[in-house]
Each structure stands twice: as structure tokens, then as C-alpha cells.
């Protein structure tokens, strides 16, 4: 390692004056040689780049053998005991979990990648399971529920669902919506108790959360109130459930009356008068702060 003679100065490999006193650096004959050229010129691929590694495809060629071992011994095994009508659920079930295990080896190793893969394999494993039946009946309420999942926890993750916050909270409330109505149409056979007591239900929520963004979310950070934030919430969690027991009592009597919710709706009215009178005491405040500022 070079150092300048004049002020001591540590020198890169190949300079020719100091970077400090401007001092020319004379090397000895022989010695004199240009910076060192990289190992490999061209940049690496990252790592984890796209496709299948050999570790992989030795695994997945493992899987493959086992799969189709364990699929003959099962098939034997169900023929020679004479229950061959009833093969269909083991030896399906062990094609399924051959096949998550190959797939979470191929697919990108990133959560919605994974997260996405799976859900996608249970819904057909569910479905095929109740397939048997020659009916499907349980397994769509239990594949609607995944797919709920996927967009309630994957979805949200995405770039897409970031970049559009908007649409995205849309889409999770259609996405709700349809889950109850497939509910109700497939135990009742038809839509009875989503449109007169849903329906109007999630439309109060709805209406309380959109001007719970406009009230507070819109506004600067610097100026929400924490306190502000929960008495609004509770407030609009208070009159859904008020209005779910009214409707639901329209539903069931025919008559429109309160049932359970009446100390939730008085709750609800303290809050109100509460958020008011802060609201009000607050401006009370700025406006004679801000009078009492030009005396």
C-alpha cells in the first residue's frame, strides 16, 4: 500500500499525484501497473433468479416415484380388500399432496407467489372431495372463504393493491358482500335474509367508514386526534349492530323495534355528543387563542 511522501496521505492503487498536496507519485521501474481488472467482467445473475434448479428437479423427480409407488400400493390394496369403489378420495388425496409439494418447489419464492399457489390447490382438493357426492354443496362455502382469504391477506400485499387504495377497499367489500349472499343462496337455495337485513346493514357501514375516511384520513397527519379516531370507529361499529337488529327484527316479527341494540345505541349517542362537545370546544379554543395573538 502507497502512502505520499509529502503529507502522508493513503493512495489508491494506481494514482498518479496525491488527492490532497497535488504531489506527483513516481513508482519504480517495473512497478508501475493500472487497476485491477475484475475476475469475471461480466455481473452475476442475481440470486434466485427464475427456474429450476437441479436440487429441484432431483426432488420433484422424487416426488414423481413416490407418487406413483404409493398410488399403485393404494390401488392394490383397495382391490384386493374389495372396497375399489371407494379408492377415489385416498388416491386422490395423495396426487394433491404430491402435487402442492412439486408446485411450492417451482413456483417464486415470494408470499403471494406461495400463498397463492396453495389456496389454488386446497380449493381443487376441497372441490374434489366433495365432488364424490356428485353434488357441490360444503366445499364452495369452503372455497369462497379461501378466496376471501387470498384477497383480504395476499391481494392487499400487492403493488396493485397499494398503488389503489380506492378500488381496493371496494373490492374487499364486494368481495364480503358476495361471500354472504353464496352463503345464504346455497343453504336456503335462494337469496331470503341478505337483501332486507344485509344489505342495508353493510350500506350503514359502508356510509360510516366513507365519511370516517373523508372525516380524518384526508386531513394532515399532524393534525388527527387518536381519541378522535377510536370514539368515530366505535361509534359507526355501534349503529351497524343497531341496524342489523332492527332489520333483523323487521326480518323475523315483522315489526320494527329494537331488540338487543338499545344500550348500544344509547353508547353510541353519548359518543356522539362527546366527539361533538370536543369538536366544538377545540375550535372554542383556536378561534380566542388565535383572537388573543394580534393584541
Known sequence: ??????????????????????????????????????LFPQPLPPKGIDGITKASKDIIELILALLVVSEITIALTMWFSGNIEHSFVP?????????????????????????????????????????????????LIAVGALALFWVFTVFTTTKTAKAHHGWTALLLMASLLGYVAMINSIVVGRLTWFVPVVLPTACVLFLGEGLFYFRFLTRKKNRLQLADLVIFELIVWLLTLTVLDIFMTHYRQGIWNLNWSLSLLSAAIVLIILLVGVSVSRRLRRYFTSQNRHY
Not at 8 to 31: D, N, Q, S, Y
Open 1 to 38: 500500500m502507497a502512502y505520499c511522501v509529502k503529507c502522508g496521505v493513503k493512495l489508491e492503487e494506481g494514482a498518479r499525484e496525491c488527492p490532497l498536496c497535488k504531489t506527483p507519485v513516481i513508482l519504480p521501474l517495473g512497478l508501475e501497473r493500472g487497476r485491477s481488472e475484475p
Open 91 to 139: 388416491l386422490f388425496s395423495t396426487a394433491m399432496g404430491a402435487l402442492v409439494i412439486a408446485l411450492a418447489m417451482v413456483a417464486k419464492h415470494t408470499y403471494v407467489a406461495q400463498a397463492t399457489t396453495h389456496i389454488v390447490l386446497v380449493s381443487l382438493y376441497l372441490l374434489g372431495i366433495d365432488a364424490t357426492s356428485n353434488q357441490l354443496c360444503w366445499s
